[in-house]
């Protein structure tokens, strides 16, 4: 037995069942799939991943968009607010994966766009959650085992020093507004806690990981000082 491509329950109507995956002939256009119904197995699987044939659709010229159980809300909602802050959050690692990195950085950095997928994918399907204590433990870890390597701060320091860790402090600014765009939207609608706990370390994170990238690339930390331009 294969898996079932599950529609929306009016398509379903029109076509008169369940198509099977691979079976579907030419004919009237398909709305996008809802998930999976494995065979044997109780549970629902959202499709997470599309594949994508076609960018332009129109669909969103309305001001609305698609969620990815299928709903459509308005463009301006905290939800697709919160997507778009962690888009804009995974693009800017993106920019500071381009700068030449410490090889254990460079993995921990492409782990988190992974992650940070995931949590995007939560927030698209409302009430799932799908992300795990240990993704926010590996990112305690990391944080643990670099800021065992720096001295400890006694001063307030500025978002600057090599261009790398200028990029750091930048995504976790990113990362801030997202948490907080996340805080907001968990009052209204149910939100899994790993995802704001995630995105709260994951700022922590970048905050230490800002410090040492300006060591490896013999820069020590921008400190603040207190009335300089008085």
């Known amino acids: ?14 076509s008169g069942r369940l198509r099977r995956r691979g079976e579907v002939r030419p004919g009237p256009s398909r709305p996008r799939a809802l998930g999976v119904i494995h065979y044997g197995a109780p549970e629902f699987r959202p499709l997470m991943g599309h594949r994508l044939s076609k960018i332009t659709t129109r669909t969103g010229d309305g001001g609305e968009t698609g969620l990815g159980d299928g709903s459509r809300i308005h463009k301006d909602s905290p ?4 997507l778009g802050e962690v888009d804009e959050l995974n693009s800017g690692i993106g920019v500071l994966l381009a700068e030449s990195l410490p090889d254990r950085i460079r993995e921990a950095l492409e782990e988190i766009q992974h992650d940070l997928f995931d949590l995007g994918g939560d927030i698209s399907i409302p009430g799932r959650a799908s992300m795990s204590d240990a993704q926010v433990k ?9 800021n065992s390597t720096l001295p400890p ?5 500025l978002p600057g020093g090599t261009r790398a860790a200028g990029l750091a402090h930048l ?15 968990a009052r209204s609608e149910k939100i899994g806690d790993v995802s704001r706990i995630y995105l709260n370390r994951l700022s922590d994170l970048l905050f230490v990981l800002a410090r040492a990238l300006n060591r490896d690339g013999g820069r020590g930390d921008v400190l603040w000082q207190q009335g300089r331009n008085r």
């Open 171 to 185: 995504a976790r600014t990113v990362c801030r507004r997202a948490e907080r765009s996340l805080v907001a939207l």
């Open 153 to 157: 701060l006694k001063e307030f320091i």
């Open 79 to 82: 939800r697709v607010a919160v």
């Open 1 to 14: 037995m294969g898996d079932y491509v599950l529609y929306s329950p009016e398509w379903r109507q029109a």
């Open 138 to 146: 590996r990112l305690e870890a990391l944080l643990d085992e670099l």
